[in-house]
């Protein structure tokens, strides 16, 4: 049995009540509005060492560096995350022109919100994943149904209930709306004529329409990366180091 093993079944079989309070007063910490009485946090002689520690490496401060997404040349460009952010929040990028990225990954809420399904165009199957520590994922959305950050990113443009939009109507707003943020990170635009409004569209104009459509989610992936996770240190700290003093958190 490795160390690891032997550390989780001290927790899950000598301190499993005070491990579940533990994750309660987590969760409880996350919810606006919501704050742990003196009887209900898990306090700090509570605790081994080594039960700290192992509670602590689950921590988002302890992910250490942010990796950088082989997939993405962009994932560490400042610009290119200044314009995901810009396009994050523009509800432009929608059928209705009402809806953007952050009216289900509000930032007020752990870039999620609170509704038990996310509303976009329509109601969608799932509630909105927060955001917060993606650079760190492998696999993306609930089902692990995506590889790359970027190529998640794009998925609720082209869904009808979420944007319910199209990548050539994507890719116009860009050019008629962001064409120098755009072309300062990722080179010149096709012509215009490529973002005519019609329908059909050649092969290639497709293909550089597509090109667009993916940059696009490269530039918001790069904002996402960014996110920082210092606001959610305070409140896993809160959990695990409530000291004896009511309203006093230290570690």
Request: glycine share 6%; with cysteine; aromatic share 10%.
């Amino acid at each position: 049995m490795s160390s690891w093993e032997r550390d989780f079944a001290i927790l899950s079989k000598a301190r499993t009540s005070h491990l579940l309070r533990g994750v309660l007063a987590f969760f409880l910490g996350l919810a606006p509005g919501l704050t742990a009485s003196a009887d209900e946090a898990v306090r700090l002689d509570r605790w081994s060492d080594r039960e700290r520690a192992l509670i602590q490496s689950l921590s988002l401060e302890s992910l250490g560096a942010r990796p950088l997404d082989p997939s993405n040349v962009y994932s560490d460009n400042p610009g290119a995350a200044a314009l995901g952010e810009r396009i994050f929040f523009d509800p432009r990028f929608s059928a209705n022109s009402e809806v953007s990225c952050s009216s289900c990954h509000q930032p007020d809420y752990g870039f999620t919100d609170a509704a038990e399904l996310s509303i976009g165009i329509g109601t969608t199957h799932r509630r909105s994943m927060p955001l917060i520590g993606m650079a760190y994922q492998v696999w993306f959305a609930w089902d692990g149904g995506n590889d790359s950050l970027w190529s998640q990113a794009l998925e609720p443009f082209e869904d009808p209930v979420e944007h319910g939009f199209s990548r050539a109507q994507v890719a116009r707003l860009i050019a008629t709306e962001y064409g120098q943020e755009y072309e300062h990170v990722f080179g010149a635009l096709p012509p215009s004529e490529v973002f005519s409004i019609q329908d059909e569209h050649s092969e290639d104009d497709h293909d550089q329409i597509t090109r667009v459509f993916v940059n696009v989610g490269k530039a918001l992936a790069a904002y996402i990366s960014d996110l920082p996770i210092e606001p959610t240190r305070s409140i896993f700290m809160r959990a695990l180091c409530r000291e004896r003093m009511p309203n006093t958190w230290t570690c």
